[in-house]
Structure formats: structure tokens, C-alpha cells
């Protein structure tokens, strides 16, 4: 007999024989209509785990990590406010289905069973995955299973800080609203989980605003590695700045009274707190976990006697709430109602095609008020003696600046964010002056994470702002990047579109900065950016572009909620000359307000028929220099600008290549897993004319003399064209 059906029947015995566990009596905070109804929910939480592995077991269910022994999160969300954002682990059901109880016309059995069914009506993800989550009862879906939503929780509490000092226009949440954030004893120990923790702590230290209540439930064991007894409180409950409460969540009076207590804090005092919770679990970690076959049965048998529904039972009991009949009636009654719906749910529609899938890849547009134009005045006090110089050439770093200033003044939601943008401008000036400009509560100076710089965006994201956050190098993003496919990226997608985190990343990254750095600061691999689906990759080649691009970026996330990452070239970014010295061939001046380059537009310099260099970033100003020496030589070339790099515009190069000869592709990064690669593929499938690449090797980049030597060059674009063209060197 399976561990799920020994429980399922002493619950029935024990019960009806009064056998129940010892513990503390009912107490005073809850009433006895609250206790039952979460009694209620945690039956209901049961029963959908015990339907979960008779639906796997009949081929109808496909997700059977159940929330048995964590019943006691139905007081946790008593507690709470159904206003209070709720990013949930995976085995809380039962805050889901107390949440519930709270929200007029909700159906958390058939929701449930939908999702467990993967069937396409599931209200929250439409059938992609089981997930927790309900529009209506503001809890965003969580696919985490190593905490990974951590920085997010601070990051969208962050953004209810500051929705009470300037409330942008996507914001839904009342001002008083906390984030609710539960998670594991085990991910707990997670690098991302202890950057959460740390990042709030360096938060509230600093008396920045920020409410938030994370819950780890331990049940002292993770898959099967158990949590060192004691650990959490230990390395917990000292933290500064973040207030520690413990509750055994076997006793549901104690665990709602404590709740209330860590809620009243952070919702009074604006600050962070951690609710340490005593959990069992119960069948092991999933339906195909055999808990005895790496615990002694001892060990199990001991938790499945601290069964928290025998527990609520028999605190019922005792306030005269309930009797052991009335309890055992729920039960059953509950188990019954769970396996008739369970029969409909399992014939409901499932998803078909890639169509069905991928509808949700991208966030439905939303409606936005009309953006106001900022006044002469308006420009005058931000730009100072800045605006005079707008009518000369300039360098793409000090574009990029003005570009920012224009947008922050013409959208207050936008916020930036990252390692040193305020005060000291960025490591290369490009946000310089901001942190004047508009204060440090929209240019924040943040620590040294980039999971937490990340999750601050996507976090404020969904409080109704329009984050940037910086990523001060392309090498930086690796210690991250899962926070964009992870969790920014998926959101829609297992929402149904019903969740959305718009957001502008700017990263400065590439190659050929001139003996500064090595692979930390010259990073050209982009594989991990193009790889991630419904997430948009811009790359600007020139100051010009880098406006029109970052104000299309801008509008993407805004209106269409679209997450988009702008890839700036580091080495572009202070470029004056093209040929010769002091000629400013790479300068550009600064466009007027209203023009941008629309999403999949590239560019075309050059009319020439017998070559088309495609290639971006560094790849423009180096095909730009060999453009001039092929024709030189002869050969009459075009340089096709991609600009946008996932998705890759192909209609647009399509257009672009009509009636060339020849196709070369110069790709800076890496020759494998590089954007090449999906170039040459298409060429190969669309284009009738000989085509070829040069890429960069697949290597680090170095320091010093030879920071280039793995990338390609104005020589070797040359050498490789007239080889292309000509069949010759």
C-alpha cells in the first residue's frame, strides 16, 4: 500500500476513533467559522493531491507534486488580504484555495484539476503547465523550484514603495498591499534565494521602503537531502533588517496568529520579514518518490502521525466547532465532490498544435494613455547647455543619454536601475547626469547582483512600471540570464498572457575595446539572448540608431508589453572617426523626438549589387571601412545592418538583398551558437545567390594587443568578400 493511501486511512481511523495528535488548544484569533473553512480548504487540498495520482496513474494527469503536509498555509492566507500579491511555492494549494474563499465567484477545485488535466480552460496557464496562480486572486504563476522568484518578491515590493510616491498608470495594487513570498526550507540555501535575502536586508537597512513577507515552510527535507536540524533559525532568525517570526504550521490558530503579526509589521512598518514555518511533508517529494527508500520508516511514519489535517481536527473538536462526524464528513464529502469534477475536468480540450503552445509567447498590447510631450521648458531645465549641442555630431554614448532623458521625461514610469548609473553616470557616461535629472527613487544606484538588479525590474514590472535595468557587462548577464528566461520570459506564456513584466534591459557588451579588460568586458557570445523565446534582442550600430532603437524598445514594452533586450557595442560607444583620423565619420546627430526605427526595419548603406556584408554592431564600422576598399577593388558592395537580432528580421533582409550577387555574412560572435548560424541557414533556404560567413573564433577574448585577433577585421571582411566575389585573396 502506498504512503498516500496509509494516510488517506488514518486520517478516516484516527478521527473517527478520537485518536488525535497532542498540541496546543484552539486559541483566540480565529473564529469558529474561520477555522472550519480553513479546515475546508485543507481538505479540499487533499483531496486534489489524492485525485492528482489516481488522474497520473489513468493517463489523464500530469503533475503530481502534491502540498500534503503544507495544509497550514489555508491559515496563512486567512491572514493575508486576497490584495496582497502572493508569488507561492509549489506546494501551496491551500493558500490558493483559503484565497479563494475570500474572492467572490472563484472555482479552485475545477481551476485545479484543469491544470492538473492539462486541459486548454485551465484559467491560468490554458493548459501549458500546472501551475499555482489566479489573475483574480493576484497570484502570478510560479514555475520556480529553486526559488528563483525570490528577486522578483523584492523587486515588486520595492515598486510598492514607490507606487505611494508616484503611482504609475499600469498600476493595480491598493497602496497598502505587501508581496507574500513562500519557498522551501532546501531552496532556501539557493545562491538566488540568499541574494533575495540579502538584497532586501541591504534594502531595509538603508529605511527604503519595502513590504515584504517571505515564508519559507520547512518540512526539514529537500527530494531527499535533509535540511540540518535547526538551520533555519539559525541562520535566519539574527539577519538586520529582516524581522524573523516562527509558527508551528501544524497548529492552525498559532500559524494565523503569527501570520497576522509578521503582516501587521510589514504592512505598518514598510519593511521586510521572514516567517519561519515548521512543516511535515507527506508521500515524499512526488508521486514517483518513495520517501522510505532514502528515510527510515520511522522517520516517515513519524511526520504522517503530525498529519496537520488531524491536527485542525482536533483543534475543531476541542472549540466545539465540529465533531469528529462533522470532520470526517468534510472529508470524505470533500475526496467525493474532488472525483466527480476530476471525471468532467479530464474531458475538457487540450492544447493540439504549436499554435495552441505558443499563443501565449507574447503578452497581449494594452491600452496606454497618450504619451504627453515634454515642453520647451520642461527640455530646457533637463538638457541645460545640452540641447545647443544637440545640433552637432555627437558619440553614441552622450545619444544614447539624451535618448534617456527624452524618454524618462515623457514617461514617469521608467525607471532605471543597476550598478552604478546614478551618481557616477555608468562606467562609460552614458547615464550620466540622470541621477540629477530625475533623483534617485528613477536612476537607482543598486548592489552588486545582477539576479537582484534583474529581478528589481521584473518585480516593478508588475506594479505597473517601466523598468531599464542596466547590465554593466554582456559577462555580468551570465550570472543572471535565468532571471530573464526563468521568470521574465515565461510569465505570459503560463499566464495565458494575463501577466506581463514589460521591461527594457540595456546591456553593454561585444568586443574590440582596446586594451581594456579581456573576456569580463569583451563578452561577443549572444546565444544565450537569442535563445529565449518571445524576448526581443536590439543591437544598435551607431548613435543615430541607438535613439531610434531605444525609443522602439521603449514603445514595445509599453504598449505591447514585450520583454527587450538593447545590446550596446562598448567599443561604438565613444567612436568619432570612420577612416581617418579627427574625420568624425562615425558621429551622428541627435533625431527629432518623435522618429524611431520600427521592430524587424534594418538599415542599407550603398547600393551595390555584386555583395551584400550583412552583420551588425562592430560588424557595421568594419564592413563600413572594407565597403570603401572593395570598391577599391571593383566589387560594389552594400553593408545591411540587421539592428534587431532575435527575432531576426527576414522579410526586411529579404527586401534588402534583392538583386545582389553574393552574400557575406560578418557576424562578431562566436562561429558556434552564433547569429551566423541562423543567417546562413536562411540563406541557404531563401536566397539563390553564393553566400558565406566569417565569424569569430570559438574563443575568449584576450587583453592587451590581441583583443581583436579572434574577431573579425577590416582585413579579413576584405580578404573574405574577394574571395566570395572573386574566388581569389
Known amino acids: 500500500m502506498d504512503r498516500a493511501t496509509l494516510v488517506h486511512e488514518s486520517f478516516l481511523r484516527r478521527v473517527a476513533d478520537g485518536d488525535l495528535p497532542e498540541g496546543l488548544g484552539p486559541g483566540p484569533d480565529l473564529t469558529n467559522e474561520n477555522a472550519a473553512a480553513i479546515f475546508r480548504a485543507a481538505c479540499l487540498s487533499r483531496a486534489l493531491d489524492l485525485e492528482s495520482r489516481a488522474m497520473q496513474k489513468a493517463g489523464q494527469g500530469f503533475y503530481t507534486i502534491g502540498s500534503s503536509g503544507h495544509e497550514g498555509m489555508a491559515a496563512v492566507a486567512h491572514a493575508l488580504r486576497p490584495t496582497d500579491l502572493a508569488f507561492l511555492h509549489y506546494r501551496d494549494a491551500a493558500f490558493q484555495i483559503a484565497r479563494a474563499g475570500q474572492v ?14 492539462a486541459a486548454s480552460e485551465d484559467p491560468i496557464s490554458g493548459g501549458r503547465h500546472k501551475v499555482l496562480g489566479s489573475k483574480a486572486l493576484n497570484i502570478p504563476p510560479q514555475t520556480s523550484t529553486i526559488a528563483s522568484h525570490l528577486p522578483k518578491a523584492v523587486g515588486a515590493a520595492y515598486g510598492l514603495g514607490a507606487c505611494r510616491r508616484r503611482r504609475p498608470e499600469h498600476a493595480e495594487l491598493p497602496e ?29 537597512y538603508q529605511s527604503v521602503p519595502l513590504p515584504l513577507l517571505f515564508c519559507c515552510e520547512d518540512n526539514g527535507i529537500g527530494i531527499s537531502t535533509k535540511t540540518p536540524r535547526g538551520w533555519i533559525a539559525a541562520t535566519f532568525s539574527g539577519r538586520p533588517g529582516l524581522k524573523y ?62 498529519d496537520p489535517l488531524l ?41 493540439k498544435t504549436d499554435s495552441d503552445v505558443m499563443a501565449s509567447l507574447i503578452p497581449p498590447r494594452r491600452a496606454c494613455k497618450p504619451a504627453p510631450t515634454p515642453g520647451d ?48 553616470g555608468g562606467v562609460y557616461g552614458v547615464t550620466q547626469k540622470l541621477h540629477a535629472r530625475f533623483g534617485p527613487d528613477r536612476v537607482i544606484d543598486t548592489l552588486l547582483d545582477e539576479q537582484s538588479i534583474l529581478g528589481l525590474g521584473i518585480g516593478m514590472a508588475q506594479t505597473g512600471f517601466l523598468p531599464m535595468p542596466e547590465i554593466q557587462f554582456l559577462a555580468y548577464l551570465h550570472n543572471a540570464e535565468d532571471q530573464l528566461r526563468g521568470e521574465a520570459a515565461t510569465l505570459p506564456f503560463f499566464s495565458n498572457g494575463q501577466y506581463s513584466n514589460p521591461m527594457v534591459v540595456r546591456v553593454a557588451g561585444l568586443g574590440y575595446q582596446k586594451g581594456f579588460g579581456g573576456h569580463f568586458h569583451n563578452d561577443n557570445s549572444v546565444a544565450v539572448l537569442r535563445d529565449i523565446p518571445g524576448m526581443i534582442l536590439a543591437c544598435p550600430s551607431n548613435g543615430r540608431d541607438a535613439v531610434g532603437l531605444l525609443r522602439e524598445t521603449v514603445r514595445l514594452a509599453r504598449e505591447e508589453q514585450r520583454l527587450v533586450v538593447m545590446l550596446e557595442p562598448i567599443a561604438l560607444y565613444p567612436m568619432r572617426d ?10 551622428r546627430t541627435y533625431p527629432e523626438t518623435s522618429w524611431h526605427l520600427p521592430m524587424g526595419e534594418v538599415g542599407v ?21 572594407a565597403q570603401r576598399d572593395l570598391a577599391d577593388d571593383g566589387i560594389n558592395a552594400r553593408v545591411i545592418d540587421l539592428r534587431w537580432l532575435s527575432p531576426l528580421p527576414f522579410a526586411s533582409l529579404d527586401a534588402a538583398l534583392e538583386g545582389c550577387k553574393h552574400v557575406l555574412v560578418v557576424d562578431e560572435t562566436r562561429r558556434s551558437g552564433g547569429v551566423a548560424e541562423a543567417l546562413l541557414a536562411h540563406l541557404h533556404e531563401t536566397c539563390p545567390a553564393p553566400s558565406a560567413r566569417l565569424t569569430a573564433e570559438d574563443s575568449f577574448i584576450a587583453t592587451g594587443p590581441a583583443y581583436a585577433a579572434t574577431m573579425p577585421s577590416r582585413a579579413s571582411i576584405l580578404a573574405a568578400a574577394r574571395a566570395l566575389v572573386k574566388g581569389r585573396t
Not at 539557493?190 to 532586501?200: D, E, L
Not at 516562527?246 to 510589514?266: I, N, P
Not at 570612420?578 to 558621429?587: A, Q, R, S, V, Y
Open 578 to 587: 570612420l577612416f581617418d583620423e579627427k574625420d568624425g565619420g562615425w558621429m
Open 104 to 117: 467572490p465567484g472563484q472555482t479552485p477545485a475545477w481551476d485545479i484539476l484543469l491544470s492538473f488535466a
Open 377 to 424: 521648458n520642461r527640455r530646457q531645465a533637463a538638457f541645460g547647455s545640452d540641447l545647443a549641442a544637440m545640433k552637432e555630431p555627437q558619440i553614441m554614448s552622450r545619444l544614447i543619454n539624451w535618448a534617456l532623458t527624452d524618454l524618462m521625461l515623457t514617461h514617469d514610469a521608467i525607471t532605471l536601475m543597476g550598478e552604478d548609473v546614478g551618481r557616477k
Open 245 to 306: 517570526f516562527y509558527a508551528d504550521a501544524l497548529d492552525m490558530h498559532e500559524t494565523a496568529r503569527v501570520t497576522a503579526e509578521a503582516a501587521r509589521y510589514v504592512r505598518t512598518q514598510r519593511k521586510p520579514a521572514f516567517l519561519h514555518l515548521r512543516t511535515v511533508r507527506l508521500y515524499g517529494h512526488a508521486g514517483a518518490d518513495v520517501a522510505t527508500s532514502y528515510l527510515p520508516k520511522h522517520e516517515v511514519e513519524a511526520d504522517e502521525a503530525n
Open 605 to 625: 548603406s550603398g547600393d551595390g549589387t555584386d555583395l551584400a556584408i550583412v552583420t551588425f554592431g562592430n560588424g557595421v564600422y568594419l564592413s563600413t571601412q
Open 176 to 204: 497598502d498591499a505587501v508581496v507574500f513570498c513562500s519557498f522551501g526550507d532546501a531552496s532556501a540555501n539557493h545562491s538566488t534565494a540568499q541574494g533575495a535575502f540579502n538584497t532586501a536586508q541591504w534594502t531595509a
Open 311 to 351: 491536527h485542525m481536527a482536533r483543534q475543531l473538536v476541542d472549540a466545539k466547532a465540529m465533531t469528529p462526524e462533522a470532520a470526517l464528513a468534510i472529508y470524505t464529502g470533500t475526496r467525493a465532490r474532488v472525483s466527480r469534477i476530476a471525471a468532467e475536468a479530464v474531458t475538457r480540450p487540450r492544447l
